[in-house]
């Protein structure tokens, strides 16, 4: 192989592997964002229900007393009953704590109802509360992750570019002006090989002087169709 075109074919690697990681490294944080926004999402939606929740406990709280107070007004009404004089008084008694029976008779009936939402709400809440608590540890494993992995690629990046500054020290610069050149227009991908006479960049069919050239390795050979530098390794 043409001694520059063997460290380009190194080059590149490095290349592409600094592309990579970099490009996981912008990607990995955002998994860890959506989580935290998830997570905003599932506590706000549990306050509103525990709001909602408090509220209505304090409504059934407020309709039990109003019960209480009524039912002693009821006896009250009662006792009263004991002392009327006229038949006329009687009967009016008897109508008022008759309308204070039913209407209490109807606050039970509302107070059962809520009795049942309430459990309803509980039930509800305990099971948002839960995956709340789910998300949230699901949050801090990724966020622990995160600073681990980010550490990681850093290091990496760190090494490859010692080791690509190694591989430009080795290569001309007119060479690696072209083969920065190259690479930019097709995507990311400069040096290819020639296997079974194809260009292995666009798929185009090398003329046999070519690809003999090619193998040769004496002069830097580019393929007529995608301009890529080309080398030749034997098939494994
Ligand atoms: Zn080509």
Redesign the pocket.
């Given at each position: 192989m043409h001694p520059q075109v063997s460290v380009l074919v190194k080059l590149q690697a490095i290349d592409l592997s600094i592309e990579k990681i970099e490009e996981t490294k912008e990607e990995y944080p955002k998994k860890t964002e959506l989580l935290k926004e998830n997570l905003k999402e599932k506590r706000r939606v549990t306050n509103l229900k525990r709001e909602k929740l408090e509220k209505l406990e304090q409504d059934r709280m407020r309709e039990e007393r109003i019960l209480q107070q009524e039912i002693q007004r009821i006896e009250k009404h009662e006792e009263r009953l004991l002392s009327v004089k006229t038949n006329k008084e009687y009967q009016a008694a008897l109508k008022e704590i008759a309308l204070a029976k039913e209407s209490n008779s109807e606050r039970e009936d509302n107070i059962l109802n809520v009795l049942e939402e309430l459990d309803a709400l509980r039930k509800g809440l305990g099971e948002q509360e839960k995956d709340c608590e789910k998300t949230c540890r699901e949050f801090e494993k990724e966020s622990n992750e995160l600073e681990e992995k980010l550490e990681k690629f850093e290091r990496q990046l760190a090494q490859e570019t010692r080791r690509r500054e190694k591989l430009y020290s080795e290569i001309d610069a007119e060479v690696l002006r072209m083969y920065k050149n190259i690479r930019k227009g097709r995507h990311g991908i400069a040096v290819?090989r020639v296997k079974n006479e194809f260009?292995q960049?666009?798929n185009?069919y090398m003329p046999p002087q070519l690809a003999n050239e090619v193998q040769k390795g004496i002069d830097m050979v580019f393929?007529p169709?995608?301009n890529?530098i080309l080398y030749w390794k034997k098939n494994s």
């Open positions: 290819v260009c960049g666009c185009m393929c169709s995608c890529r």
